[in-house]
Structure formats: C-alpha cells, structure tokens
C-alpha cells in the first residue's frame, strides 16, 4: 500500500457535514459534524463540534464532542467538551479537559459495546436472587432498652463475656 498525502483543511474553512477518512487528515478550520480518520490531528485554530472517532488523534485545538480513539494526544493548547474513550491517553499541562475519560482496549468498536459496559455496573449493583433452599437470614437484633441504658444484662451479639465499662461504647472515642 502506498503512503498518501494528508488531506489538509485549511484555517479558512468551515464544513458542515461529516468528514470520514481511512488516512491521514490534518485539521486546521471547522467541522460541524463528526469526523473519522485514521490518523487525525487538530491544529490550533481548528474547531470540532460533533464526533471524533480515529487510531490516532492529536488535540491542539477545540473539540465540543466526544472523542474515541485508540492514542489520545492533548497538547497545551487543547479544549476538550465532552468526553473521552482511549487505549492510551497523553494530556500536556495547560490543557483544558470538561468530561470523564474512560480506557477501553478496544475504543473503536461500536458503541453498543460502550452501552453494554455501561449496563454492567448497574446490573452488579442489583440485589442478588436467594436460592430458594437457603432460609432469608434473620435481621440483627434490635438494641435492648437495658442495654442501651447502661445495664451489663447481656451482649447484643450473643457474647456472654462481661464488657469493659459496662455501658459505654466500645467504638466512641473518649
């Protein structure tokens, strides 16, 4: 396979619409839209409002969208809105960056698989289903009034050996 030119736009342009390239895109005016390539940088001057989605990306200008990308590069002068799917993330100081960031091995897939992740931790959080031949464990025993007055009648744990300092609490600082 040969190696071809970048494609270059220029600082004077403004692009409404996507731009999708399996090359290499140079990016110096504006887009208004999403953009795919394989290797994309973002001059200063350059502006994105919408999707970036390349191997490799290199930020110096404006992104107002999210970017998923497989080498992330933000250079000083970078203003990221929006947020970020990478394998490897490089950020300069003085770059400003306004979203969440998350690594994938794989940023480019489709993003039903960002979806599915992100389905993930919502179904770990949910309650478990007992299995039917194991009894509901009982909840903890109230506190007893006695217990909580200062009375040494017993433990609320079961434990039958006397406390130090019947009455006060093991865990309060004194």
Do not use: N, W
Request: net charge negative; glycine share 10%.
């Amino acid at each position: 396979m040969k190696a071809q030119a970048p494609s270059i736009l220029s600082s004077d342009l403004v692009i409404t619409g996507s731009i999708s390239s399996e090359g290499e895109v140079q990016l110096d005016g504006e887009v208004r839209g999403d953009v795919r390539a394989g290797t994309l940088t973002i001059g200063e001057e350059a502006s994105v409002h919408g999707e970036v989605v390349a191997d490799s990306v290199i930020v110096r200008g404006r992104i107002e969208g999210s970017i998923r990308a497989r080498q992330v590069q933000l250079a000083s002068t970078a203003r990221i809105d929006g947020d970020i799917v990478h394998a490897t993330l490089a950020i300069e100081s003085g770059a400003y960056f306004d979203g969440h960031c998350r690594r994938d091995s794989d940023p480019l897939s489709d993003k039903s698989s960002s979806t599915k992740a992100a389905a993930q931790p919502a179904a770990q959080s949910a309650p478990k289903p007992q299995d039917s031949s194991t009894p509901p464990s009982a909840p903890p025993a109230p506190k007893s009034a006695s217990a909580a007055s200062g009375s040494s009648s017993g433990s609320v744990f079961g434990d039958s050996k006397p406390k130090a300092g019947a009455g006060s609490d093991p865990f309060k600082a004194s």
